[in-house]
């Protein structure tokens, strides 16, 4: 513990003072700026490449204080999504036809691509309000409301949390807690676990909506270190509970020995998948726990952010991600801040690359990519600077690259030196105008 | 010799309030109140302005007669201060300590070497350094309640009479009334209570510079409290592309380096905003890292 | 279970640490450094926002410093 040094100015002042004007008490200040609005606003597109998705956003989160530190928060997120994803099945020799997600329509990809999806043009609008305040002198609260909203999925979401103070503020304690209720109306309706793909205008694999209850806990340790450095660790715990598979996802069938996807026939005049296609189906429960930790070391002017996170779940995914930023300033008005994030995981325990004819359905199988073995790296640099006015403005560009792999006993066959994980290679662009009214 | 401006006082509706006017301390001083009783306005600024100019006759270095001047014209003599004086010079005393020397209520002689009109005069080095020789709180020998000053040395208490003014006024109202009101004298304002029929009063922070077209004009909500701006807009010297503000260090004689334009501090009482804002100002180009380790509430303008 | 374990076992880790933490920090006046803007642990909310939700979106975790994705179809 530092030893206490000489008596701060302040408090020699207050104490002179006290004596010049006579003791009558002197209610303590209070007082703040009136900012109006806070405005942080931000600007994204993100593009993989191979004509896969592009996403473009308008982010805007306005704050506004009040007195005693209470605060409202709005967001508002709108998003446009276009591109293409993979939609679970393998590469084949020959050209592969399915029927696209609304029964209406079937595409066609070529001879030895992946296959990917492109029927998604998609706008998502989503909003929150949040409100913060203390409670006392040591405790604060939060609550908030969240929604979001595409044309096949609702989310809606409640939150709050509280936080206390100790050792003079060198500690908080937080706990908070989520709970959200996700809907989902897919194009075309919702496949049984399992069910094939059918032709064009077939409605037999398909029912109603879903949907979805996530539970979110988070407890956290804030700790001041030193003048220089401060330290966080949180525990979280997130359960989702019902309809967790995805609905636009198939894997192939194949032939046990060859690796080949099943070939088919539609009846004439009809068009449909030109191989066996089976919807993919998950678990309806899935338990998540992760433990966070980050540190904000202050080194004469720079910043440095670091930060891991070690997740682990019930679908046996085991994940490791490291961040580091470091914030370098660039005279009086601005700074640099390169970035690099590191990222593993571990597949789940149903996934798989392809279903194999004539032997039993496991309970639950996805070829999703991002249920997979992969690593991925970020790579980024941000510059930001100050405005005469006294607004931020930050422009930033990063590179996202996946890599995986594929474990050697799920390949079978012709896929084995075929089949490879889909690696994604994506760039983030981003600008952010901070102002106030 | 200054022309005294005239001494009347006046009431006036303001925004949800009324507003007391009136001049002193070469500054005009508006008491806001919150009440729509315009007797009792009237009564409350006639005693807010009786309380400053009662503090500005008694301690303005312009006035012949008065406690200040007794002091700066006893030759070396001892003199015997009443209370309130005597709790000023205390005060002066521990700004003095606290600020290392930086706060010094002997330093206003330097204003013989020293014009600040914008135009490039600096002085020359050793007119500085000879009126140093009758600058120094460590040249006086204060023992409450005598106080003796070498001849040629002078007491200038310019630099807490405008917020200490605040404090005894909004002391007085306090006592004097039931509603809340903001005694603002030129920008150093202090609350007396908190108000009720509003949350809080508003009060602008004026942007220092003109030039600044994006100026916005920051405006605070002030419940309790007081503020006090410490600032050279109009003060300074410019030669060879190098600011001189006109706050002086009394250990050198010559301007503190790189001082904020402006500085505003928040704080329990006037006095001590005004203070703190001193400090920081006589920290120089370290203002904001000595306000951030005390914690104080403020904003400042380079 | 392993899942019960493993909640316990983050539990215990913050309290041992919130216990232990009692003797460490700084005096009110050195928090200058603490109170820049670049010293917070969100220095931009926006910006986490949208990273959580890209993430969120390719790969199998999420959150950690607070309440993490959701709230879209895209996982």
Redesign the interface.
């Known amino acids: 513990m530092t030893e206490r040094k000489q008596t701060s100015v302040s408090a020699a002042l207050a104490a002179a003072t006290c004596s010049l004007l006579g003791a009558a008490p002197i209610a303590p200040v209070q007082a703040q700026e009136d900012p109006g609005w806070d405005f942080n606003t931000a600007l994204l597109y993100y593009g993989e490449d191979n004509d896969r998705v592009q996403d473009l956003s308008l982010n805007i989160l306005g704050k506004r204080y009040f007195v005693d530190d209470r605060a409202l928060s709005l967001g508002l997120t709108v998003d446009t999504l276009t591109g293409a994803t993979p939609n679970g099945a393998i590469r084949q020799g020959v050209p592969q036809t399915f029927t696209r997600p609304s029964g209406s329509s079937v595409y066609t990809i070529p001879a030895n691509e992946l296959p990917l999806d492109d029927t998604f043009k998609d706008t998502r609008a989503a909003l929150s309000v949040g409100w913060e305040q203390p409670l006392g002198r040591l405790w604060k609260t939060s609550v908030g409301l969240s929604g979001s909203f595409e044309y096949d999925y609702t989310h809606i979401g409640l939150n709050g949390s509280l936080s206390r103070d100790f050792n003079q503020r060198n500690t908080t304690v937080s706990a908070g807690l989520a709970i959200a209720h996700d809907t989902w109306d897919p194009v075309g309706g919702t496949p049984v676990p399992f069910a094939p793909m059918l032709d064009v205008g077939g409605t037999g694999n398909k029912t109603g909506g879903e949907s979805k209850d996530v539970i979110d806990a988070v407890f956290g340790v804030t700790q001041v270190i030193s003048r220089r450095l401060l330290v966080q660790l949180n525990y979280s715990f997130s359960n989702s509970s019902g309809y967790l598979t995805d609905p636009y996802k198939v894997l192939s069938l194949v032939d046990g020995v060859t690796g080949d996807t099943i070939t088919r026939v539609p009846p004439p005049g009809v068009e449909g998948p030109s191989h066996e296609f089976r919807f993919e189906s998950r678990p309806d429960d899935r338990t998540k726990h992760s433990l966070y930790t980050q540190a904000k070391y202050y080194m004469g002017g720079k910043v440095l952010d670091a930060s891991y996170r070690y997740m682990t779940d019930d679908w046996e995914i085991d994940s490791h991600t490291v961040d580091l930023r470091l914030r370098w300033p660039v005279g009086e008005r601005s700074y640099v801040e390169p970035h690099l994030r590191f990222y593993t995981q571990s597949e789940a325990d149903f996934y798989t690359i392809s279903l194999v004819d004539g032997t039993e359905l496991p309970a639950f199988a996805s070829s999703d990519y991002r249920l997979g073995n992969f690593d991925a790296v970020t790579a980024g640099l941000k510059y930001g600077w100050t405005t005469r006015g006294g607004n931020e403005m930050s422009i930033r560009a990063e590179l996202y690259r996946q890599t995986g792999s594929i474990p050697g006993d799920l390949l079978i066959g012709n896929q084995v030196g075929r089949e490879t994980y889909p690696d994604l290679d994506a760039i983030i662009l981003q600008f952010s105008y901070r102002f106030s009214r | 010799m200054e022309r005294r401006p005239v001494r009347q006082v006046s009431v006036e509706a303001g925004q949800d309030c009324l507003v007391g006017h009136f001049d002193a301390m070469a500054s005009p001083c508006e008491i806001l109140i919150e009440s729509d009783d315009r007797a009792e306005a009237a009564r409350l600024t006639k005693l807010a302005a009786g309380e400053a100019w009662r503090i500005e006759d008694k301690f303005s270095r312009y006035l012949a007669g008065n406690i200040v001047a007794r002091m700066n014209s006893a030759r070396g003599n001892a003199i015997t201060v009443d209370d309130e004086t005597a709790s000023l010079l205390d005060f002066a005393d521990t700004l003095h300590t606290l600020s290392k020397g930086r706060f010094d209520i002997t330093s206003g002689v330097l204003r013989e070497v020293w014009t600040f009109d914008g135009g490039d005069g600096l002085p020359d080095p050793q007119a500085v350094k000879d009126v140093l020789q009758r600058v120094g709180w460590d040249r006086v020998t204060w023992r409450r309640p005598v106080l003796t000053l070498q001849a040629g040395m002078e007491i200038d208490l310019g630099g807490i009479g405008k917020e200490y003014a605040v404090d005894r006024v909004a002391g007085r109202l306090r006592e004097a009334g039931t509603c809340s009101a903001l005694v603002n004298f030129g920008g150093d304002l202090a609350v007396t209570r908190a108000p009720r029929q509003r949350q809080a009063w508003r009060v602008g922070i004026e942007p220092v510079s003109a030039a600044n077209n994006e100026c916005n004009e920051t405006v605070l909500e002030i419940a309790t409290g007081a503020l006090a701006t410490s600032g050279d807009s109009r003060r300074y010297l410019q030669k060879d592309g190098i600011r001189y503000s006109h706050i002086l260090d009394p250990r050198s004689g010559w301007p503190v380096e790189r001082a904020p334009r402006s500085v505003t501090v928040a704080a329990d009482t006037c006095t001590e905003a005004g203070m703190l804002s001193t400090l920081a100002m006589l920290e120089g180009y370290n203002a904001e890292a000595f306000l951030d380790g005390e914690g104080a509430m403020y904003w400042c303008r380079r | 279970m392993i899942?019960r374990n493993?909640?316990g076992f983050?539990?215990a880790?913050?309290v041992v640490?919130?216990s232990g933490?009692?003797?460490?920090?700084?005096?009110?006046?050195?928090?200058?450094?603490?109170?820049?803007e670049?010293?917070?642990?969100t220095?931009?909310?926006?910006?986490a926002?949208?990273d959580d939700h890209?993430?969120f979106?390719?790969?199998?975790?999420?959150?950690?410093?607070?309440?993490?994705g959701?709230?879209?179809?895209?996982?």
């Open positions: 899942k493993v909640t983050g539990i880790v913050l640490l919130a933490c009692s003797s460490m920090g700084v005096e009110p006046w050195e928090r200058d450094i603490l109170a820049k670049e010293m917070q642990l220095t931009d909310p926006v910006e926002a949208i890209i993430y979106s390719k790969e199998a975790s999420s959150g950690g410093r607070g309440f993490g959701g709230g879209c179809g895209c996982n």
